[in-house]
């Protein structure tokens, strides 16, 4: 089977770029080690039982810990959480610190963040170099108040509220 996907690359990621996204941390312990990774493939699918997924690659640091333990948390993060979000994203030891805590079912739990589920791991579907990971809610936390942070054009940001009122 042939390719086509490469002229379109480029709008691809054009595309994406022009498509805001909540920005989250996953986080993981394996093998008595944290893991965790900055997303913004993060998405509810259920709320009945309380479901979400995420994407990432397989070729990750981090794909060897989600692909093999049972518990993993989300974070979501709130605009004073921009260095957290960056820390994540980019390599180095990003547990070093404390920032940080062990949590229910041995799962890192970020401090300070908007929020943090944990949960345990329904179902892990590869494709290619990627994998979409089903994760069902057993516990979580709601933080404080304020503006999610985002990720857009290849920057992170925040809402703007519009004049229209619903």
């Known amino acids: 089977m042939t390719d086509n996907s490469e002229p379109f690359e480029q709008t691809f990621r054009e595309m994406f770029r022009r ?7 996953i986080t993981v312990n394996y093998q008595d080690e944290p893991y965790g990774f900055t997303a913004t493939s993060v998405a509810s699918l259920s709320a009945k ?5 995420f ?3 397989r070729s990750s640091r981090s794909w060897p810990a989600v692909a093999n333990t049972q518990y993993l948390g989300v974070h979501m993060l709130g605009l004073e959480n921009q260095e957290l979000a960056a820390r994540f994203a980019r390599p180095g030891n990003r547990f070093e ?7 229910p079912h041995g799962v890192p739990i970020l401090k300070d963040v908007a929020g943090w589920l944990i949960g345990e791991v329904q179902m892990r579907l590869s494709f290619e170099n990627n994998a979409v990971v089903v994760v069902q809610v057993v516990d979580g936390q709601v933080g404080g108040e304020g503006s999610p942070l985002l990720y857009h054009g290849g920057a992170y940001g925040q809402p703007v509220p519009l004049d229209y009122e619903i």
Do not use: Q
């Open 19 to 25: 498509h805001a996204a909540g920005v989250a941390i």
């Open 49 to 53: 039982p309380p479901r979400f997924t």
């Open 55 to 57: 994407n990432m690659a």
């Open 97 to 103: 610190g404390n920032h940080w805590e062990t949590g």
